[in-house]
């Protein structure tokens, strides 16, 4: 079964600087997907990045960006210019490819990230 | 588009009631599932469902029924609630780009 793992339970950065979060997961498949989510104090999942496996270039949003080491099992989470909206509870979720039964997400625990004004 | 819905937002029972957790989604997806959220814990995969009638467990379906009779509702039954059903409550979809359309969520307390 695939595990993730989330091994900062917090975290916290000087607002405008860059933060990352770190993620690793376990798998024997070859092909899947990765996801960050942040969950505000609102409750709401609200997807923040995704990347195929398949692809070796980095996905980027804006100011989020991963590093994605498949050989290491590894998929951190970049946050650079930190604002105070970014304060929230980060997710990192695996997906093996669409097949019945294999559409679940798998989380880790979440990381909290404080921005400091 | 609403996307997903749930309600109620909050939910208080007393052990042993029953009640029906609600979940609807206008986005045509076939894919739906319920996860629950604890502390220190992630979200875990309650029971999903890929289409109209079709159900199945994920890791924790212990205690929940579900049924799909319509491509947009996923309803989740609590039939004899526990203390250690207390928890957040998420629906969620699978959209065509394989990422997961989530629900505000459903805060459930069981006393």
Known sequence: ?117 | NAGVTQTPKFQVLKTGQSMTLQCAQDMNHEYMSWYRQDPGMGLRLIHYSVGAGITDQGEVPNGYNVSRSTTEDFPLRLLSAAPSQTSVYFCATLGRTYEQYFGPGTRLTVT
Do not use: H
Request: glycine share 4%; proline share 4%; hydrophobic share 30%.
């Open chain 1, 1 to 117: 079964a695939q595990t993730v793992t989330q091994s900062q339970p917090e975290m916290s950065v000087q607002e405008a600087e860059t933060v990352t979060l770190s993620c690793t997961y376990d798998t024997s498949e070859s092909d899947y997907y990765l996801f960050w989510y942040k969950q505000p104090p609102s409750r709401q999942m609200i997807l923040v990045i995704r990347q195929e496996a398949y692809k070796q270039q980095n996905a980027t949003e804006n100011r989020f960006s991963v590093n994605f080491q498949k050989a290491a099992k590894s998929f951190s989470l970049k946050i650079s210019d930190s604002q105070l909206g970014d304060a929230a509870m980060y997710f990192c979720a695996y997906r093996g490819l669409p097949n019945f039964g294999n559409e679940k997400l798998t989380f880790g625990t979440g990381t909290r990230l404080t921005i400091i004004p």
